[in-house]
Structure formats: C-alpha cells, structure tokens
C-alpha cells in the first residue's frame, strides 16, 4: 500500500464561480505546508486550475519545489474560469460540472490548461482531477488524447446527482483502467483511475455501500436513518481529509482500507483551507494550525507503519510495470 497526497490546488474563491476574478493568495499558505512533506520525505501532488498555473506568484512558490524533485505539478480543470470563457455571471451551476459541457469544450478546456502548465512550468501534466469532481466518459477520452497517466475524480459511494453531477454510488476505493474508449477495463489501458479514498470505518464496504444507499432514501430523510446508523456504529462513510474527519477517523478508515485490501491511501484537501478565511474548513487561524498538525500527526503514523509515499504518476508508473 501507497500513501498519495493529492491537494486540489486553487484559486482564493470558494462557491463563487467566477470566470474572470480568481486571487491565488492560499498559495502562499503551500510554502509552510511542503515543510511538513519534507519532513517526512513525502512528495505530494499539486493538482492546479488555470488561475494558479497562469499567476507568476503561485508559479514561483510552486515550480521550485517541482524543480527539487519534491513534488508532482498535476492539472485540476475548473471550467467556469478555464478558457475558452463566455464571461457571463453568475455562471450556470450545471456548466460547473465539465462533464456536463460538450465534448469538443471539454477537450478545449482541458488541452488549455495542460499548454498553460506546459509553458510556464516546463512540464506535460500527466496527472488530473476534475474540478467538483464532474468526471465522465469524455473527459477521460480527453486525458487519453493528452497522453495522461492517471486520473483521480471518482469519489467512491458518493453521489453527486444534487449537484449536477456524475454518480459514484457504486465505485469503490480500488484502482482500475480506462481504454481508449474512456470506458472502464480490467486490464491494463491507456489511462489509470486512482478514487479519493472514501470508505466507511466497519468492515465489508459492499455491505456497509448497500446499507448506505437504502438509507439515503427519500423516505427516511425525516427520521434521519443515515445518522441513526452512523450513532449506532453500523454505518459510518468517512473521506481520507483533514478537512472534514478527525485524526482518530483518518486513521481508523486507513486501518480499514488496509484490511479491505485496497491499493493506496489517497489523502486529499484543497489549498484554499491552508490559509484562514478562505474555505469553509478554516475560519480561524486555529482552524488552520489544527489542519497542518492533522496532517502532519496522520503522516507520521503512516510512515511508523511503513507506508511509502508516491506522486500519482508514480503509483501509475508503477501499476503500468506490475501488470504488464
């Protein structure tokens, strides 16, 4: 088992889809955040959106780090201010999700923001999320054409249909391939699948997934049967983030990634919260403090445990030769 660290790394706004104001300020907050990682000997994933990748600030924080050899620069699409732009605002909610864009904006968007890394990071991007996690067929066909590795836009047992998004209700934590198609194979192909690492803290996931889903029932919203399970320790879905869990349930879900056999811990956040103020999981300068000690404190149990650290394209090098 691998630990990946994968930072959604992005512009200042948080729920403010805005195709044309984007301030990077939170990424002055990565400087002190690579300590923890060199520290530890851990090299992270920077996944970028266009805002990041194309302000001379946060590519001179972040391109000397790259040049170290002490992290993968990834890309990250967020279309509403990725060109091409219509400019309009507010900006459609369902547009937020790339997955809902025609196919040739999708490549559009996508091939621009690779050029953009491209030219002023002097790397090919071979890593990717999609921004709100709006990931499709097409999109993975696109990465495909682009001559990616890995992909990591499926958040496992989550559905994103409220939100116009894709639904990952029955994906689970374990890696696999896309063809050429973009559609899911089982043997090795052109691009691979690493989920974020959302599990639940009993055993059986299947089991646990299918409890889950009979409880997000329309019916059952007014008793509140999803908590009741979570109380009663019969079902608790828990995301591999300092964000939203608690150390305690980081390390009980790795515990049980680990027992379930699964490929890779995927430890994810977004950059916006390494500064107070500019997410909904940092308000304070406390909040702050608190995240980089999590992540520190989860880290460091991790490498007591022997878990090696790899870049997402590390892990995809390594599961190409494995299969082979």
């Not at 200042?12 to 955040?33: A, F, H, Q």
């Not at 991007?125 to 996690?133: A, C, Q, W």
Request: hydrophobic fraction near 35%.
């Amino acid at each position: 088992m691998k630990l990946l660290i994968t930072i959604d790394t992005e512009e200042d706004n948080w729920n403010r889809y805005s195709p044309t104001v984007n301030p990077v300020c939170n990424i002055k907050g990565i400087e002190r955040l690579q300590k923890i990682f060199d520290k530890f000997s851990v090299k992270p994933t920077y996944l970028i959106t266009y805002p990041v990748a194309n302000t001379t600030d946060s590519i001179n924080i972040l391109k000397p780090i790259m040049e170290k050899g002490n992290c993968e620069i990834g890309a990250h699409c967020h279309p509403w201010n990725t060109p091409p732009l219509n400019d309009l605002e507010p900006v459609n909610k369902t547009d937020t999700m790339i997955c809902n864009l025609p196919e040739n904006m999708i490549y559009k968007k996508i091939a621009l923001l690779h050029q953009t890394i491209k030219k002023n990071f002097g790397i090919a991007p071979t890593s990717f999320r999609t921004g709100r996690y709006g990931f499709s067929k097409e999109v993975a066909q696109t990465l495909v054409k682009l001559k990616y590795k890995v992909d990591s836009s499926i958040t496992p047992y989550t559905n994103w249909n409220h939100k116009h998004g894709p639904d990952f209700s029955n994906k689970t934590p374990h890696f696999f391939w896309y063809g050429s198609n973009g559609k899911k194979i089982y043997r090795i192909g052109k691009l691979l699948e690493v989920p974020v690492s959302v599990g639940f803290l009993q055993s059986n996931f299947d089991l646990r997934n299918r409890f889950l889903k009979f409880a997000e029932q329309d019916i059952f919203k007014r008793i509140h049967l999803v908590g009741l399970l979570d109380y009663l320790n019969i079902v608790s879905k828990a995301w591999l983030s300092p964000e939203i869990e608690s150390l305690d349930t980081m390390i009980k879900l790795s515990k049980q990634l680990r027992k379930n056999k699964f490929n890779c811990l995927n430890l994810t956040f977004h950059s916006s919260s390494l500064v107070e103020g500019l997410s909904p999981f940092t308000t304070t300068r406390k909040d702050v403090e608190r995240l980089l000690e999590k992540i520190s404190d989860f880290i460091s149990f991790e490498r007591r445990n022997g878990i090696e650290s790899q870049t997402l394209s590390e892990f995809a090098d390594e599961k190409q030769k494995s299969t082979r």
